[in-house]
DNA sequence: TTTAATTTTTAGCTTTGTCTAAAAATAAAT
DNA sequence: ATTTATTTTTAGACAAAGCTAAAAATTAAA
């Protein structure tokens, strides 16, 4: 398996796992910023290998073995993550990049000792959830913080939005996973919230609070 | 840099290492198991790149640069078979092929976080010297177990042979970093030596002797 | 010092993954 | 229900890195 159908077949597990249906050759084209043209080659070389399902014109989805070959690809980016951050001292807005490479690194027996060497993390640090070595996944309960409605509290447990800009906007406003998170007000005219982050008080813009998972308290 | 690349110089610089000359098209190829009309392409590239000097049928040997080059890819290697045999407890006959896929990770910020992480060891697992962030390399004074004359003793300190088959007899005998080693006696039939490691005598021929490095006491 | 053997390079082909431009299929709109 | 727009696929080209086979240069041998 090169890097190239590893990235496919990761861009296709992240458009349909929130949608279990399929998926369109222009959407892969523009999550990984390549043409349509050349998705509709691997998408002939990933069917010939049965990692996905594909019909011509029809769209595409992932086999069982493609889905479980793609959870390892994500099970080796989030494990490294969480040792970039727990053992190396990485700030969670660092870490994607150098993970990107990093999943690519095959050895069954090092990932495993990893996951161990961190003690089985089940999630990654922005508390995304990491498949074990079966690519069985614990779902955390969670939502956006966009969703609640005024007087809930919640848990910070996850962003959506994992850029380094969005990161570090929250490290500026101390937000961080584990913060507790009470929804004051709305603001009906630009649909700010007014929150308190651990007792602090403060607004945010409904585009922040729509990338913020919590678990209700 | 493509990994392709990266493997070149690395061959070349173990290749020029100890022989401070220039070194043949046919060695390289030999080294990387590839064709020779491979590797006169690439030392083009790598000429063009300004990372080694080369005229044609005169054998190539590395500028600063490439040597510069080769020697960070040396380290990342090294410092992940520490990380691989000290943090994830892998077995020193293991760790080769694994480090040969991380040496290939791109980040000065995470080899250096690495280095740090390790407590900046100067020595792998096979005993080898790890340049630091500059390229300086620390040379241990070691001899081979072999250029040894009887009655003389000392401290293993490293392998020439890094194969698994060599590392795991190794094992097997008991013979580990940090073993004190007192030659007896030679055979003079076979040359065959009778050594005292860790004061247990053994008999080891003369081809394992001239595949470990001792420091004298 | 020629001839023979070896080494190295060139020339041309293959594969992988990308691209552009054009054709075909599907979806949307009048 | 056509026409128009969009999406998707095909066809053909390109760069990287490898290969084989043949040519050129160097080295060794007679």
């Known amino acids: 398996m090169t890097f190239s159908e590893e990235n496919y077949l990761k861009a296709i597990y992240h458009l349909t796992s929130h949608s279990n249906s399929g998926v369109s050759t222009n959407a892969i084209a523009e999550m990984m910023e390549t043409k349509a043209s050349s998705v509709t080659d691997m998408l002939k070389k990933l069917s010939d290998k049965d990692f996905v399902n594909y019909k011509k014109y029809q769209g595409v989805s992932l086999t069982e073995s493609g889905k479980l070959e793609a959870k390892m690809i994500v099970r080796k980016h989030r494990l490294w993550e969480v040792f970039l951050v727990e053992k190396l001292d990485f700030s969670w ?77 929250l490290d500026k406003q101390e937000i961080a996973l584990g913060s507790t998170i009470d929804f004051i007000s709305k603001e009906t005219f630009d649909l700010s919230l007014k929150i308190k982050v651990d007792g602090k008080e403060l607004t945010i813009s409904n585009k922040i609070a729509s990338n913020l998972f919590v678990k209700l308290l």
Chains 1, 2 share one sequence.
Do not use: M, W
């Not at 000792?113 to 070595?133: M, Q, R, S, V, Y």
């Open 93 to 169: 807005d660092e870490v994607h990049e150098i993970a990107e490479q990093l999943e690519h690194i095959k050895s069954e027996k090092l990932i495993n000792k990893l996951d161990d060497f961190l003690g089985n993390p089940t999630e990654d640090p922005h508390g995304d959830p990491i498949p074990d070595a079966k690519g069985r996944i614990i779902a955390i309960e969670k939502q956006l913080l966009s969703e609640l409605v005024p007087h809930q509290s919640g848990v910070c447990v996850g962003v959506k939005d994992t850029s380094s800009a969005f990161l570090k906007y």
